[in-house]
């Protein structure tokens, strides 16, 4: 669980099983790309780093942080994948606009877990700022998709 000044990053590599032959897909959200983007590239890393290769990371793009329910469950469905990550990021704004979306994508993804084999993996920064989602997308508090790569392989092999 994330605290304040903790680096999400830091984890124990040994604790971590080999993921070669883990066939990964990851849904990324184009909206607050500057964030998306660093949070795939982190989720990449991890995988390929605990052995993952790369023809084994399938990668889509939706246009927002509330296309993901409906892109993991297509993903989930084609039944190729040992775990799906999803990338989104969310920033509060003025209206309830924020609240509506956090909650629609977590409970969708949440639901996903509950009803399928396939672990769905929450890679989606809710933030009160850009500055909170730059933290955590590579800044002092390391990068989230670094925890969901290294989550999606924990998962995928926890029961297979």
């Known amino acids: 669980m994330a605290t304040k000044n903790q680096n999400l990053s830091s984890y124990d590599p040994e604790s971590v099983p080999f993921a070669g032959g883990l066939k990964i897909a990851i849904t990324v959200a184009r909206w ?28 889509f793009y939706v246009p927002g942080t509330f296309e993901l329910v409906h892109s993991s469950a297509s993903l989930v469905r084609m039944e190729k994948y040992d775990a799906v990550i999803a990338i989104g990021c969310v920033i509060q704004g003025e209206t309830p606009h924020f609240t509506f979306i956090s909650d629609a994508v977590a409970n969708g993804l949440a639901s996903l877990n509950m009803n399928s084999s396939v672990p769905v993996i929450f890679g989606v920064l809710t933030t009160d700022n850009m500055e909170q989602a730059e933290e955590r997308a590579g800044g002092k508090h390391g990068n989230k998709g670094v925890e969901a790569g290294i989550t999606a392989i924990q998962m995928a092999k926890l029961f297979g």
């Open 32 to 59: 607050n790309s500057n964030i998306t983007y660093a949070l795939l590239d982190g989720a990449i890393s991890a995988l390929k780093e605990h052995g993952v290769e790369s023809q084994d990371i399938d990668v």
